[in-house]
């Protein structure tokens, strides 16, 4: 890996603080914990796409081996449905009624003292409905639409003005398809009763808003739950939602008074927890005849659930892509019979960018200019929607560099001008400015005297680095060795965190740690400031720094006492303080928070006779702001990238046509990228820490997938001269 | 192994009585016959270290080592493992400290949620034991049974790469 920058934007590649538990097998996630007595649940899904509930036999099921409890609409009892959270609706109540509105929506859950007996008995469920039509197509016109669902369509200048006043027009459409988040660690609950409160260990990216959430269903005060997801086997979105099986699990238990565990089966997981909604998108660019872009208008259209209003903002990434004086950008969804959708890894980000960068490489092409310089051209130097200038930006940086590093100059500009051996080779590129997010956070931090810190709050590590992360930045903040430091994460009862979602969880718990540790040094140095024997005595907060596990005076390093020399005359045992962030608006900030930029070059080889597609090299430059662990950040880009090969080239959840049924619910036949699969990829960190938080970082989760895909398109038509305007591109596309 | 009488009439589950050799330690088990391996490692024996990913073979997540090869042990039924040799990842490493593997693994960064990663490294060490690690390709080839869907491969290649280096230069 290279860096363009300095020591202090990239942090020490440390090896994850949890590594030596996960390779040994010993980290629990949520489905390796048993409780004695524990009994386990498997949720029955609907075999129809829409209608009704006509009956249920269930006797069958009652009366197998080891069944203890069979829950349906007509024995659940009443249940709320959980408030409206930051990312919208919370899913249904289940188990509430009679109506279906999409295939597999669980309408029973047996509990039985096995697996394998609830398994077995799953299947004696016997439910008889009366079908409705299912509206499964975005164009149907029965389909509800909803305009501008998150009042985020923007729109500056005059587009028709822009338009005309091109050179170069290009309309293009693009499609997408329904993926899915399928972490590998399939999500689960294990709720048990004790004492009247409801201890849940969960598979979540959100523990915070679970335990509101759950409290709600159950109109239980919040200190009667607690969620707790230290470990968590992947999420990519899915952990985003409070789904319907945790309300069902943490009912089947308090319905039988035992601990329940419910594991939701693989083809489940294409149907009960989320997938990325299929679109469709239109994009006009106009252009002077030298690159100048004139006019941006994007105007898309995602598919939710019949009651849900996923967030999926797609259009509105081209609203700050470019400087364009004239751009507009317009959502819309369409309302379906299909499962609740949910954000996936770049949710409306990942899909909006690939047809806003396809179109600008279809834009080139039509104006023979070489993409990285129409890009280049168009940069957009200030927020073009804010006026604001960023906080930080060095997306200039990001496409030179990759350009070096990739060897863009090799390229020649006709299609089809490339080759190795038979094998015709494209270069293909995009550009990535993804959406900042941070939320308001709490953290608490814990010096004690035997010189160790413990620091905390409830985000949750999914395989992001948090653990390891927070870790360093506790150890720079509080002056330890970062061998005495623990960072908890996970758990309700921990101060209330955002999601582990939006790329904004580094830097809402960043800056929330940020203000714990500074309150406590605070409260350290006034045990001793007043104290003339300490050689501390008489310093204010800005006279002193930490450091060697203590605190000393600014330009007087003798002048130094550890906080466990501090604690113990004063007779503590330890000294906690708690920190809340809360992010400024652009206004106040007097400049546009920036999210990370990149820039994505992607080489192609195809088949010429066999169609045969494969991505041979990537190579992503990030601005992420400061990098806290170069080890980790690297991990976040190239498995963003592998992501993304699987929306470019793989992934697609194929519905049969009048249940919406998902035909390929499995990880053998909905193709998920292998080993084989992936190249080499190569990640470099360009920028300089971000100026709009106290820790300079800027979230780096999700940028890593998104430009992947409109790469490798915009890489295929390079090689073939076929520009393949729909999502996965596969081989037979190419023939 | 001694069968339980099995009768549709009475909706009997036939259960097994066997024992079990698991990282070098004997378990006597009574189970369901439909009970998998791999529910049976993490159900009955409390060896969680296996994962169960998807149930259908179809991504790696529980992968162990019978008699020395690597099977999905969710496709394997417990009952069939009578007086077979069961190896987990519980049995890698000799508990004071880890296998070169595993620190490979850790050290190149083979993994970010973790929860494929015990099936990783009981495929990697098969795949090394079947002198598959011969180049990056070999290794892509033969670990691509295992799905991370956190797209670690990159790392996990390397880690692969670094120990099969190692014992080239041993030899």
Known sequence: ?735 | MAFGVSSPTDQQVSQAEFTLRVNGEEYAVRVDTRATLLDVLRDRLGLTGTKKGCDQGACGACTVHVDGKRVLSCLTLAAQCQDRRVTTIEGVGDGASPHPLQSAFLQHDGFQCGYCTPGQIMSALALLNEGRAGSADEIREYMSGNICRCGAYQNIVSAIQQVAGDRGAAL
């Open chain 1, 1 to 735: 890996m290279t860096t363009l920058s300095g020591p202090q934007l990239l942090g020490a590649a440390r090896d994850r603080v949890e590594g030596p538990l996960k390779v040994a097998g010993r980290a629990p996630y949520p489905n390796d914990l048993s409780y004695p007595g524990m009994l386990h649940a498997v949720a029955v899904g609907s075999t129809i796409g829409a209608g009704r509930i006509s009956g249920i036999d269930a006797s069958a099921a009652e009366s197998a081996p080891g069944v203890i409890s069979v829950l349906t609409h007509l024995n659940a009892g009443p249940l709320r449905r959980a408030p409206v959270t930051p990312l919208g609706v919370s899913p249904p109540a289940p188990l509430q009624d009679d109506v279906i509105h999409h295939y597999g929506q669980h309408v029973a859950v047996v509990v039985a003292q096995t697996f394998e007996e609830a398994t077995e008995a799953a299947t004696l469920v016997h439910v008889s409905y009366t079908h409705e039509e299912a509206i499964l197509d975005l164009d149907d016109p029965r389909a509800e639409r909803r305009t501008n669902p998150w009042g985020r369509d923007a729109q500056r200048g005059d587009v028709a003005q822009g338009l005309a006043a091109a050179d170069i027009v290009v309309d293009r459409t693009y499609l997408t398809r329904d993926n899915t988040n399928n972490p590998m660690g399939p999500l689960t609950t294990v709720a048990r009763w004790e004492d009247g409160v409801l201890l849940i260990n969960n598979s979540t990216q959100w523990a915070t808003l679970e335990h509101t959430s759950v409290a709600a269903a159950f109109d239980l005060p919040l200190e009667a739950v607690n969620i707790s997801a230290p470990y968590v086997g992947g999420g990519f979105g899915a952990g985003l939602r409070v789904w319907p099986h945790v309300v069902l699990t943490a009912l089947a238990s308090r319905t039988t008074g035992r601990p329940v565990k419910l594991v939701l089966t693989r083809p489940q997981m294409f149907t009960a927890c989320g997938h990325r909604p299929k679109g469709k998108q239109r994009l006009l660019l106009g252009a002077t005849s030298d690159g100048m872009l004139t006019a941006i208008d994007h105007e898309a259209l995602t598919a939710t659930a019949m009651d849900d209003d996923n967030f999926e903002p797609t259009a509105t990434v081209s609203a700050a892509a470019y400087a364009c004086p004239n751009a507009s950008t317009r959502d819309q969804q369409a309302r379906l019979n299909i499962p609740v959708p949910n954000s996936m890894r770049g949710p409306g980000a990942a899909t909006g960018n690939y047809a806003l960068e396809c179109a600008v490489d279809e834009l080139a092409v039509e104006l023979g200019m070489d993409p990285l310089e129409l890009r280049l051209r168009n940069d957009a130097t200030t927020h073009p929607q804010l006026g604001l200038p960023w906080s930080s930006r060095a997306m200039r940086e990001c496409l030179l560099h990759g350009a070096e590093l990739f060897g863009w100059s090799r390229r020649t500009p006709e299609a089809r001008s490339m080759r190795d051996g038979d094998m015709l080779v494209g270069y293909g590129l995009a550009a990535v400015g993804y959406p900042w997010f941070r939320a308001r956070c709490a953290a608490r931090a814990t010096v004690r005297q035997d010189g160790t810190a413990y620091v905390c709050s409830a985000g949750t590590e999914i395989g992001n680095g948090a653990y390891t992360v927070f870790v360093q930045l506790s150890a720079e903040l509080l002056g330890l060795d970062v061998e005495r430091v623990t960072f908890g994460l996970g758990d309700s009862s921990m101060p209330a965190a955002p999601q582990t979602g939006g790329s904004g969880l580094t830097s809402s718990v960043g800056s929330a740690v940020h203000e714990a540790c500074r309150r406590l040094v605070g409260d350290v140095l006034a045990l001793v400031a007043e104290d003339p024997d300490s050689p501390l005595y008489g310093c204010s907060p800005e006279d002193v720094e930490v450091g060697e596990g203590g605190l000393r005076r600014r330009g007087d390093p003798t002048r130094w006492e550890s906080y466990a020399g501090i604690l113990g005359r004063g007779g503590l045992s330890e000294l906690t303080a708690t920190g809340e962030s809360t992010p400024a608006k652009p206004q106040e900030l007097g400049m546009a928070p920036a999210g990370a930029f990149g820039a994505k070059y992607v080489e192609v080889q195809v088949d010429p006779d066999l169609g045969r597609l494969r991505v041979a090299r990537a190579v992503s430059v990030i601005d992420g702001g400061r990098i806290l662990n170069e080890k980790m950040a690297e991990s976040q880009i190239i498995g963003g990238t592998v992501g993304g090969i699987g929306m470019g080239l793989l992934e697609e959840a194929v519905s049969d046509a009048g249940t919406g049924r998902v035909a390929n619910a499995t990880l053998g036949d909905y193709i998920v990228p292998v080993n084989a699969d992936v190249p080499d990829m190569q990640v470099a960190f360009v920028g300089v820490p971000d100026p709009a938080n106290p820790i300079g970082t800027k979230g780096i989760g999700e940028i890593g997938l998104v430009g992947i895909a409109p790469a490798i398109a915009n890489a295929v038509y390079h090689a073939t001269g076929r520009r393949i305007r729909s999502l996965p591109i596969t081989l037979d596309m190419l023939l």
